[in-house]
């Protein structure tokens, strides 16, 4: 799923969206994960460390993972967790990207083509 903000957007419109529309579930705990975008190497067994308690964390508490949305630094790291996941019987995680917009790639095509939409009005 998609959806494009501004900076003074109505995080309360933004929060039924994701649990009316889009039905998630509301989380218990969210963990936001930040870090810079340069590619770094964790060592396997930090890796693994890290890997096992993010998904435990998550599948445990019913959290949101919140990135940066971008498949660099940090955020590799969490979206490898995700990946190797063990078994897609868990329950399930919700991660959202936030990527800032001048990163997406063909964002033009994100831009009124065929792009469904929903206007919350207060």
């Not at 989380?27 to 998904?55: C, E, R, T, Y």
């Not at 971008?70 to 329950?91: E, F, Q, Y």
Request: glycine share 10%.
């Amino acid at each position: 799923m998609y959806i494009r903000l501004s900076y003074d957007s109505n995080l309360d419109q933004l929060l039924h969206l994701m649990v009316k529309e889009w039905q998630m579930e509301l989380p218990k705990l969210v963990i936001s994960v930040h870090g810079g975008i340069q590619n770094f190497k964790l060592p396997s067994k930090v890796k693994q460390v890290f890997s096992k308690g993010l998904l435990k964390a998550a599948e445990s508490t019913g959290a949101w993972i919140i990135t940066e949305g971008i498949n660099s630094g940090v955020s590799r790291h969490v979206g490898d967790a995700l990946k190797g996941r063990a078994s897609p019987h868990l329950r399930k995680i919700c991660a959202i990207g936030i990527p800032p917009w001048g990163i997406i790639e063909n964002q033009r095509d994100l831009i009124g083509k065929d792009v469904s939409w929903i206007c919350c009005k207060e």
